[in-house]
């Protein structure tokens, strides 16, 4: 199982992520109360970025409770650490270890990951490594894209060129793109019991999250320039076009389809 991120990480990278995290909070956090993430409860974040879902379960939880946010990423990890230091959090660890070399068994009552396995080439075995960590019948949940499933108004063309761009990088880099219309099969070649899954798409004409396009082609910019996919004349152009659309207060950007699976261990 490897992850090649096509994403820019670091510090640029967490102000993308609060972004996102800000578009999606109330989504996700209705997400976890619906699941059971309660007070006293032990929560994996996996693929955790900059730590924002990480802190909500951390809230969730409670004193009593518990949450480990996981990524690769070493940068992002501190930089996480010190928003859960600022915050004064003190039942939340942060560790940079990739989902591939985690060993955890039936530890955590939830295992959550959002948008981490489309970049994976064996999301499957990701997903086993998730369910071992979880404890009988604890909630393993995934977040996950389709990123085709992106829309604006009116059309606009550069927009879309973003999306076959994204789709482009990330399967050189081994990922899916659309793998969360995938994902309530993938958990069904599991162990899980009570599958179940909803959609969410979010769209905007003027809020903050309307710039995730924008922001998410700057970020993966040098890896599509480095995979000779696009030249960085092209893709300034592109960007240059993506913000004057974004920066009309009459046209409308989403973000991708967003499949929401969860399913509970048994054994």
Known sequence: MQSNYVIEGGKQGKERLNVLSNA???YTLSLLQKCGVAVGNSFLDCG??????????AR???????????DADSSIIQLAKQDAQALQLTNITFEAISIDDIMYQEIFDTVYARFLLSHLNNPLIALQKMIAAAKP????????IQFSGHFCYPY?????????????????????AELGIEMPSLFAKTSLTNIDFDI????FNNASGKWMAYITLDKIKAAIIAENIASDIEVENLLKELKTFTEDTTTMISLPRIFRVWGNKNH
């Not at 019948?137 to 996950?144: A, C, P, S």
């Not at 969410?200 to 769209?203: G, L, T, V």
């Open 24 to 26: 999606l909070e109330q």
């Open 48 to 57: 955790c970025g900059g730590g924002n879902v990480s802190i909500m379960a």
């Open 60 to 70: 969730l939880v409670g004193n009593t409770g518990k949450v480990k946010g996981i």
């Open 137 to 144: 019948n604890g909630k393993i949940i995934v977040e996950e």
């Open 156 to 176: 606009n063309a550069a927009f879309y060129t973003y999306l076959e761009l994204y789709a482009a990088v990330v399967k050189k880099k081994n990922g899916n």
């Open 200 to 203: 969410i798409q979010p769209a």
